[in-house]
């Protein structure tokens, strides 16, 4: 509760994500938890839509990156 209230009363956009696991451990993604209104006026998606979605079905370029 503490946490949301903090997202809420934010004027910048915040995304709260949780770390999904390969089958060694390594971290291959991050399933977006939580989002504030400001990150949802910023990347211009319903809150909805994101939660529960990992972060590079939303931003497939991060694929290419490297990172994961």
């Known amino acids: 509760a503490e946490m949301r209230a903090a997202l809420d ?21 991050f399933e ?12 211009g998606m319903a ?3 994101m939660v529960g979605v990992g972060f590079c079905d939303l931003f497939p370029v991060l694929r290419s990156t490297g990172i994961f």
């Open 47 to 49: 809150a909805d839509d």
């Open 9 to 29: 009363a934010s004027v910048d956009a915040a995304v709260v994500l949780r770390a999904t696991r390969g089958a060694t451990g390594e971290v291959v993604d």
């Open 32 to 43: 977006v938890t939580q989002v504030n209104a400001a990150a949802v006026h910023v990347l």
